[in-house]
């Protein structure tokens, strides 16, 4: 059984998955998934577009770990699970925060909470107004970390080109992007046919877990635990098996558990881009704290250090999609 519209939704799976997109918390972020399916062309079942109401039912949709949902008890589906298991739950954890509240903001200026001092202490900005009336907004040195040798203030509009500018270096068109998305799908299949080898003691222990199932069910039918015990357990035997079942997969097709990573990378290249496009700075603060490890603000200059890979795409002037090697950098 072949599910419709199957990579785009893998990587519907991966983008949430990279962004931690807290869907619950704000109708923005809903909003921005919704427009990405519509930007791929990801339909529902009836051919629709994907409705924001949609979102949250596609994303908790045990089916595409290969298990269906019926009369509300889990049961193991005949079809291939299109996700990965270790995807899905992450996916689910990212939602499962709404409870969390959200940091209330103290302040309306870009790009706070993202960049430090060499000394150590966090950069804060402030607003001036010249005698001419034009205002202005300066980034400096909180010096909380005591005594700070940072003498330079740096404008806001000379900051904002900076950040733009790494941006581009680590960003991929959406055009570029599909294309790679495609590539890595077909790697994906060609890897997938030439294992086949088997880890006999997962077998083995896949066993166990089908024996524990019918035995389960042996105790249910003797009436020895209540229904809601059975489909508890149940539950939790079948979850452990669909588990078992991708590790077994797992080691039959050594060598593809680059490919998640890899779609996430690229959909974040991509993500680059819109930001480049949309100017949503609020959006580029935390995309620039997701990829980067250290971002210092020294002497009028932005030094923004990105973690793996994404050095390896700011090295180069831009991201060219089809001489990027994505098996190498995870190898
Ligand atoms: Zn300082």
């Known amino acids: ?45 009836l051919g629709n577009d994907i409705s924001i109401g949609k979102v949250h039912e596609l994303l908790q949709n045990v089916f595409y770990l290969g298990l269906m949902k019926y009369k509300g008890e889990i049961h193991e ?19 499962r925060e709404k409870g969390k509240p959200q940091k209330v903001k103290k302040h309306n200026f870009d790009f706070l909470g993202l960049m430090k001092c060499p000394c150590s202490a966090a950069i804060t900005a402030e607003k001036k107004i010249k005698p001419s009336g034009k205002e202005y907004i300066y980034y400096r040195c909180t ?3 005591g005594p700070c040798q940072e003498k330079h ?26 294309m790679v998305l495609a590539k890595l799908e077909k790697e994906e299949s060609r890897a997938k046919e030439q294992a086949k080898t088997t880890a006999q003691d997962l077998k083995t222990e896949f ?7 019918e035995k389960l069910l042996d105790v249910y039918l ?14 939790k035997l ?15 097709q050594k060598g593809l558990s680059w490919l998640e ?18 100017e949503n700075k609020t959006e580029m603060t935390t995309f620039l704290k997701n990829i980067g490890s250290n971002c210092i603000l020294q002497n009028r200059q932005l030094i923004f250090s990105p973690r793996k890979p994404y050095d390896l795409a700011a090295e180069r002037s831009e991201a060219a999609s089809k001489s990027l090697r994505f098996s190498k950098m995870w190898t």
């Open 207 to 213: 066993a166990v877990n089908e024996q524990k199932l």
């Open 143 to 145: 010096k909380k970390k």
């Open 1 to 45: 059984m072949v599910i419709s519209g199957g990579i785009k939704l893998k990587n519907l799976f991966n983008f949430v998955s990279f962004f931690s997109i807290n869907i619950n918390a704000s109708c923005f972020r809903i909003i921005e998934i919704a427009e990405w399916c519509k930007r791929v062309n990801l339909k529902s079942n």
């Open 222 to 235: 003797a009436e020895t635990i209540t229904a809601e015990e059975y489909t508890s357990r149940k539950e």
């Open 261 to 278: 990573p890899a779609r996430e990378f690229v959909l974040s290249l991509n993500q680059a881009a819109k930001l480049l496009e949309s």
């Open 238 to 252: 079948v979850k452990q098996k669909v588990g078992l079942k991708e590790q077994i997969e797992d080691f039959e």
């Open 77 to 95: 589906a005949t079809h291939e699970p299109l996700i990965s298991k270790k995807l899905f739950d992450r996916v689910q954890e990212i939602m």
């Open 153 to 178: 203030f740096l404008r806001g509009e000379e900051l904002y080109p900076q950040i733009k500018s790494f941006l581009q270096k680590v960003s991929l068109s959406s055009y570029d992007t599909e």
